[in-house]
């Protein structure tokens, strides 16, 4: 499973619906995810790609599209 997938299949965890979403799409615009959901992401993206998110980067901005999502791992790596 790629990345993307991955990424995909945390955010359809913690919505509890189906992602069907550009990857530049806003998670929280489009009413799939809200700031309570926002913890649950970020710890299924630490555990699924063995990361630590230090609190100050708890920004719905860094978080806020699948693109985002990449973009903030491709950052950490």
Do not use: T
Not at 4 to 15: E, F, G, L, V, Y
Not at 59 to 77: G, V
């Amino acid at each position: 499973m790629d990345r993307q997938a991955k990424i995909i299949k945390i955010i359809q965890s913690a919505a509890q619906k189906d992602v069907h979403l550009a990857p530049d799409e806003s998670l929280f615009d489009s009413g799939l995810l809200d700031s309570f959901a926002l913890a649950d992401v970020v710890s299924a993206i630490e555990k699924e790609f063995s990361i630590k998110i230090p609190d100050s980067d708890l920004n719905p901005r860094k978080f806020d599209s699948i693109e985002r999502i990449e973009q903030y791992l491709d950052s950490r790596q």
